[in-house]
């Protein structure tokens, strides 16, 4: 079972970019998918996260307004990060990771999730 990311990539400021989340070789459903990032020299940050029915979103507070968080209607393993007017401080390496059990109250946590993709790195100039 892997967790497929994609979708980053160089941009200027104020740009955006959509970066998609898909896990393979499992078929049901997740409780949360979450987006961390990483930013060189930094530790891994909570960006996003929402349950399966897209009705619970949180978001971290530099983030806040400018990213939105989704799922595939059609596809329902398939979660988005849109990401709009970003920023040079945006630049990092996002993580997509999907919990089957979990709970609301350890969204930010790192540790509720049980797979991790391998990363995509979006890089925004000024």
């Known amino acids: 079972v892997q967790l497929q990311a994609s979708g980053g990539g160089v941009v200027q400021a104020g740009g955006s970019l959509r970066l998609s989340c898909s896990p393979s070789?499992?078929?049901?459903?997740?409780?949360?998918m979450a987006w961390f990032r990483q930013a060189p020299r930094k530790e891994r940050e909570f960006v996003a996260a929402?349950?399966?029915?897209?009705?619970?979103?949180?978001f971290a507070d530099p983030v806040k307004g400018r990213f939105t968080i989704s799922r595939n209607n059609a596809v329902k393993t398939t979660g988005y990060l849109q990401m709009n007017s970003l920023k040079p401080e945006d630049t990092a390496v996002y993580y997509c990771?999907?919990?089957?059990?979990?709970?609301?109250?350890?969204?930010?946590?790192?540790?509720?999730?049980?797979?991790w993709g391998q990363g995509t790195l979006v890089t925004v100039s000024s």
């Open positions: 990771a999907v919990a089957y059990g979990g709970t609301y109250d350890t969204l930010r946590n790192s540790n509720q999730y049980d797979l």
């Open positions: 929402f349950n399966w029915r897209g009705d619970r979103k949180v």
């Open positions: 070789g499992r078929t049901d459903l997740w409780n949360f």
